[in-house]
């Protein structure tokens, strides 16, 4: 039984609930969410939108081609190219139909495009299989998505933690903050004195946030544990600067996003650092490092980048002493880190190093095989619902829009089962007993993959791995 809501909690499901509307058709807001998908076109996307030759060799690179072969990336760019025919092209607003022009014009319709939009991960295969460079995932997260989530379609526990970033209201709910005061004391326990917390003109700064915490502790703690073995002038915050930012973009709201981006950067700037570090190789990872400086418009007066960067960097220095580890290990390369973050060789170096087993898998670097949880799908399973309602203190229905919702979230679970198989097949043939890869979500669907298809394996975040074979100067 759930306890009772903070007034911060109620007042953000109000807001909430008054934008998430998962029956019906609103007229207005669907022509709302039209213009938006129509200013988020660019240059590149215009090349998106206008190239494709419909050869489909982007389709088995897809996660989701598996579950449907209408997920095909081509076809569910489509819908987005629809769009695009209808608002700016000549013969899309006087032909129509004939030539593939389209809008969505009834529930149905926007039934469709939701169900489509959350069978991307915005993995980024599809662009690296295609000829001519389609990016078919940019069309379907960056534009499709504006017309779910402005019409309505939105996934309630994603919309919800959205807001709670932006306002930066976890902060006041105990039930989230437990995981990371409890990560600080334990790594205070685990380096054997007090955390350098808010350190002013620090060289590097952790940037573990909320979902580090949560997710994997062990892997907070780890990079603790190495920044301190090898002698860093490093600092942390005291507290989390966001949940996982900026999660406004896992559901299309722009505006959301920029803010907490913007209000990240001034406090790194504030504490003067000059590099930044990530443990968090899912979508955040790009965001901050490519993304941001384009959506602020500027440059900050840091260097992002993430912990297996720094830790290959302190280990081919001779700064971080490991004691080399047998077992059989491999590396699950996340999409955002590695296709959309060009974080692909690191890794595989700095395993090598620490790994006397390792075990790369067969598909790897930008072509690794997604695990089917990225674009918001791995949090959109009734057990993730269950837990984070009760850690807000809410009974778990607070976070569907209804039946209709909660039946989407029961066939997302389904279709991500079914995506996820590739990924445990081909850990399975490694051989490998722990998997190590750095993103809550890829933890969490390998994880659950491993368990339904019953493959014995341990999945931990790369700073977990390293920082339980650190040897500390005590
Ligand atoms: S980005 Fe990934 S999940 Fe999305 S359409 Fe492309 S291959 Fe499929
Ligand atoms: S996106 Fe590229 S690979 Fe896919 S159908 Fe179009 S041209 Fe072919």
Not at 15 to 24: C, D, E, I, L, P
Not at 75 to 93: D, I, P, Q, W
Request: aromatic residues 8%; hydrophobic residues 40%.
């Amino acid at each position: 039984m759930a306890s009772r809501p903070s007034p911060v909690v109620e007042e953000i499901l109000k807001t909430v609930k008054q934008r998430v509307k998962w029956s019906g058709y609103d007229k207005q807001a669907v022509e709302k969410a039209v213009s938006k998908f129509v200013a988020a076109i660019d240059v590149v996307r215009l090349h998106y939108l206008e190239n494709c030759v419909g050869c489909a060799a982007c389709a088995p690179a897809c996660p989701y081609y598996y579950v449907d072969e209408h997920y095909s990336p081509v076809n569910k760019a489509e819908y987005s190219r629809g769009v695009y025919r209808k608002k700016l092209t000549f013969a899309g607003r006087i032909l129509g139909p004939l030539v593939g022009a389209w809008i969505p014009k009834n529930e149905k319709d926007l039934d469709r495009v939701v169900e489509l939009v959350y069978r991307c991960t915005n993995c980024g295969h599809c662009y690296y299989a295609c000829p001519f460079g389609i990016d078919s995932g940019s069309l379907v997260q960056g534009l499709l998505k504006i017309i779910a989530t402005y019409s309505g379609r939105a996934p309630t526990i994603i919309d919800v933690f959205a807001e709670l970033e932006y306002r930066e209201a976890y902060l006041e709910i105990e039930g989230l903050m437990m995981p990371w005061n409890m990560v600080l004391k334990k790594a205070e326990e685990a380096i054997g004195k007090s955390l350098p917390l808010d350190k002013k003109g620090a060289e590097v700064l952790l940037l573990p946030w909320l979902t580090d915490a949560m997710f994997y502790p062990g892997g907070v703690i780890g990079a603790i544990k190495a920044f301190e073995a090898a002698g860093l002038d490093y600092t942390l915050p005291s507290r989390p600067w966001a949940v996982r930012p900026p999660i406004g973009v896992v559901v299309g709201r722009m505006e959301l996003a920029k803010a907490t981006l913007e209000r990240i950067v001034r406090r790194a700037e504030e504490l003067g650092v000059k590099r930044v570090v990530l443990l968090d190789g899912g979508f955040p990872y790009p965001w901050m490092r490519w993304e941001m400086p384009k959506l602020l418009g500027r440059r900050p007066n840091f260097q992002v980048v993430h912990f297996v960067e720094i830790a290959l960097e302190l280990v081919k220095q001779g700064r971080l002493p490991i004691e080399p580890d047998d077992t059989p290990v491999t590396w699950h390369d996340p999409c955002q880190l590695g296709r959309r973050g060009g974080v692909t060789e690191e890794p595989y170096e700095l395993l090598r190093r620490v790994a006397r087993n390792f075990r790369p898998l067969k598909h790897r670097g930008v072509h690794s095989i997604c695990c089917g949880g990225g674009g918001g799908i791995g949090c959109m399973n009734p057990e993730m619902i269950a837990e984070m309602a009760k850690l807000m203190g809410l009974e778990p229905d607070a976070l569907y829009d209804g039946e209709k919702e909660k039946k989407f979230i029961e066939e997302t679970t389904k279709a991500w089962s079914i995506a996820v198989k590739r990924k445990i097949d081909e850990i399975r043939e490694s051989g490998a007993k722990i998997v190590v890869t750095a993103c809550p979500v890829c933890i969490h669907s390998i994880s659950g993959g491993a368990k339904l298809y019953n493959l014995p394996v341990d999945v931990k975040h790369i700073a977990e791995y390293i920082g339980e074979r650190v040897k500390l100067k005590r």
